[in-house]
């Protein structure tokens, strides 16, 4: 709890504010972060209305958990607005993420 309300609860505002300043309102009506056990299978993973991020993001500081951040975040637009075909195609999305993720945690 003390990592998620030190860390997590500032960068939330600042990493959506960036994403929205980069690429617009965004794609869906809400957006909830989940905190799921370290040995979740990655270290995020977005819904159209949910993010899920490790709990092993959080003692890395607010670069490594901004930037998960940003990354599942970017998933709104890419990936899941905007979808790969079939999943030979997932590269695409994880791509622009991947790009995006820098782009927002630089502003």
């Known amino acids: 709890m003390e990592s998620c309300e030190k860390c997590l609860l500032q960068l939330i505002p600042q990493c959506l504010s960036a994403a929205y300043a980069t690429l617009g ?3 869906f009506s809400r957006i909830d ?7 979740f299978s990655s270290l995020g993973m977005a819904s159209p ?9 959080l003692p ?10 940003c ?6 637009w890419f990936g899941l ?3 790969a075909r079939d999943w030979t195609e997932e590269w695409i999305s994880e791509g622009f993420a ?4 820098d782009i927002f945690w630089a502003r």
């Open 25 to 27: 309102t965004h794609p």
């Open 33 to 39: 972060v989940l905190i799921v056990p370290s040995n």
């Open 49 to 57: 209305h949910i993010i899920f991020l490790s709990q092993s993001v």
């Open 60 to 69: 890395g500081g607010s670069h490594l958990c901004g930037t998960r951040l």
């Open 71 to 76: 990354h599942e975040i970017a998933h709104a």
């Open 81 to 83: 607005a905007i979808g």
């Open 98 to 101: 991947t790009f995006l993720e």
